[in-house]
């Protein structure tokens, strides 16, 4: 792979795939596209599962009509993530109600040259790793909704997952969970998520009262390692910048930045 914009495209549109399969899982009106904007509506109150992924810079006016005038009439709240080199006017859509968070670094992979065991420590911690089942989802549920920061939000979680474990798992088959337990307790999960072109890395969280312990990190590997059994060539994410030293180490390359804006009705 060349590392270069192409890259970033790659991250991009497993972003917007992502968004879309989730949506379209429980909602059959779920995305509309316009040149250089997908919006996604999951049918939930979720600003993560409600997502607009923009690749090119376009006048505030029609990001307002195509994406915060259709969530704002929901009162529903979404994550808008830019991914064009050139910015957006944070000002104005500071106006329009979207505030800028942490920007993510978008980061790729082949997934043979992947090193998931390059970064290995001694943990101190007895972990045990699943792939989530129907009857665990509730339990995903939980550890995404306590680590999403918002009572609402996770409650959104909650009912989306729990709506989830009614669809048939052969029809939800490009995701697959992940849980981590230590001593019997669920303490962090993450998902794959398998598009056309990539395998992509997304809702990696440990709960709060279990961080520093290395847990993360080992999820993090042993999801490289199930990655490595795919029969995709990359593997893709996006990372906070004061978190890219793991998948650096384990073989992503830094592919460049992806803009994050949030509304909140």
């Given at each position: 792979?060349?590392?270069?914009l192409?890259a970033?495209n ?6 917007e ?7 379209g899982l429980?909602?059959s ?12 509506d999951?049918?939930?109150l979720?600003?993560?599962l409600?997502q607009?992924?923009?690749?090119s810079v376009?006048?505030?006016?029609i990001?307002q009509r195509f994406?915060?005038d259709?969530f704002?009439?929901r ?7 830019h991914?064009a080199?050139k910015?957006?006017?944070d000002?104005?859509?500071s106006?329009?109600g ?5 920007s993510?670094?978008?980061?790729a992979?082949?997934i043979?040259r992947l090193t998931?065991d390059a970064?290995a420590?001694e943990?101190?911690d007895?972990?045990v ?7 665990d989802?509730?339990i995903y549920a ?12 996770g ?5 989306f997952y729990?709506a989830l ?7 939800r088959a490009?995701l697959?969970f992940?849980?981590?337990r ?5 303490v ?13 890395l997304?809702?990696l969280l440990?709960l709060?009262?279990?961080r ?5 990190r080992?999820?993090f590997r042993h999801l490289l390692k199930?990655?490595l059994a ?10 906070p ?7 650096l180490?384990?073989?992503f390359?830094?592919v ?10």
């Amino acid at each position: 792979m060349k590392y270069s914009l192409s890259a970033k495209n790659l991250v991009c549109r497993n972003l917007e795939t992502h968004a879309s399969y989730c949506a379209g899982l429980l909602n059959s009106n779920h995305t509309k596209e316009i040149t250089g904007i997908v919006r996604s509506d999951s049918g939930f109150l979720s600003g993560s599962l409600n997502q607009a992924v923009s690749n090119s810079v376009m006048p505030p006016r029609i990001l307002q009509r195509f994406v915060l005038d259709y969530f704002a009439e929901r009162h529903s709240p979404f994550t808008l993530w830019h991914s064009a080199t050139k910015p957006l006017d944070d000002r104005a859509l500071s106006e329009l109600g979207l505030q800028r968070k942490q920007s993510q670094v978008a980061m790729a992979a082949e997934i043979q040259r992947l090193t998931p065991d390059a970064a290995a420590e001694e943990e101190g911690d007895k972990l045990v790793f699943s792939s989530v089942k129907k009857e665990d989802l509730p339990i995903y549920a939980e550890v995404q909704a306590a680590g999403c920061g918002s009572a609402q939000e996770g409650a959104q979680l909650k009912k989306f997952y729990q709506a989830l474990a009614e669809i048939p798992e052969q029809k939800r088959a490009r995701l697959r969970f992940f849980l981590a337990r230590l001593e019997d307790t669920p303490v962090a999960g993450g998902c794959l998520f398998a598009s056309a072109d990539a395998l992509g890395l997304y809702d990696l969280l440990t709960l709060e009262g279990y961080r520093g312990r290395g847990i993360g990190r080992a999820l993090f590997r042993h999801l490289l390692k199930q990655a490595l059994a795919s029969h995709h060539r990359s593997l893709v994410a996006l990372a906070p910048a004061d978190k890219q030293q793991l998948p650096l180490s384990c073989g992503f390359y830094a592919v460049g930045e992806v803009a994050r804006y949030v509304y909140s009705p």
